[in-house]
T-cell receptor, first 109, second 115 residues
Framework: GQNIDQPTEMTATEGAIVQINCTYQTSGFNGLFWYQQHAGEAPTFLSYNVLDGLEEKGRFSSFLSRSKGYSYLLLKELQMKDSASYLCAVQDSNYQLIWGAGTKLIIKP | GAVVSQHPSRVICKSGTSVKIECRSLDFQATTMFWYRQFPKKSLMLMATSNEGSKATYEQGVEKDKFLINHASLTLSTLTVTSAHPEDSSFYIC???????????FGPGTRLTVT
């Protein structure tokens, strides 16, 4: 079956760095997405990785290793507004998104 | 970037009535639209995938007679929750994808409350 695993909840301090991991097992692979979702809102796109390596976009970076079925989202210089759920999703061979359950990130002052 | 709208953003209806939710791609042609449902503190659950001009493909466990999906044009898809019950209360999110695009663009979501 298809499976996406990510931690349920993480806590970090304002100004620090946090890494959210995602491992996956899917039928085919056409890219991995990270989305941010604030409570009660739709997800917003953060990053897309289809090749191995690190993609940096401002305070957020995303890494992919296809051979290991592994990705992480790195958030630097954490701000209170970064408190949200972070969803990992893999696009399978049919280009459908398989979603992880999301990681709730709590930022403390 | 591509914009997807949903209407209404919030709706409260009485048990037994039907509710229609619209999903529109505002500045691109969406050959494929997806309807998701999200329960509190849980991830998104894909309900169905619709391609313009053809019948929607429903995920296992989703009642096609209860959740009617129409994708009549390249910019509009509708989800109708028929004979709604309190257990249908949820956050419904649509997303749209263009023909030559890998990314799904999400609508803002519709919160349905059935009383």
């Amino acid at each position: 079956g298809q499976n996406i695993d990510q931690p349920t909840e993480m806590t970090a301090t304002e100004g620090a760095i946090v890494q959210i991991n995602c491992t996956y097992q899917t039928s085919g692979f056409n890219g991995l997405f990270w989305y941010q979702q604030h409570a009660g809102e739709a997800p917003t796109f953060l990053s897309y990785n289809v090749l191995d390596g690190l993609e940096e976009k401002g305070r957020f970076s995303s890494f992919l290793s296809r051979s290991k079925g592994y990705s992480y989202l790195l958030l630097k210089e954490l701000q209170m507004k970064d408190s949200a759920s972070y969803l990992c999703a893999v696009q399978d061979s049919n280009y459908q998104l398989i979603w992880g359950a999301g990681t709730k990130l709590i930022i403390k002052p | 970037g591509a914009v997807v709208s949903q209407h209404p953003s919030r709706v409260i209806c009485k048990s037994g009535t039907s509710v229609k939710i619209e999903c529109r791609s505002l500045d691109f042609q969406a050959t494929t639209m997806f309807w998701y449902r999200q329960f509190p503190k849980k991830s998104l659950m894909l309900m169905a995938t619709s391609n313009e001009g053809s019948k929607a493909t429903y995920e296992q466990g989703v009642e096609k007679d209860k959740f009617l999906i129409n994708h009549a044009s390249l910019t509009l898809s509708t989800l109708t929750v028929t004979s709604a019950h309190p257990e249908d209360s949820s956050f419904y999110i649509c997303s749209a994808r263009g023909q030559a695009d890998y990314e799904q663009y999400f609508g803002p979501g519709t919160r349905l409350t059935v009383t």
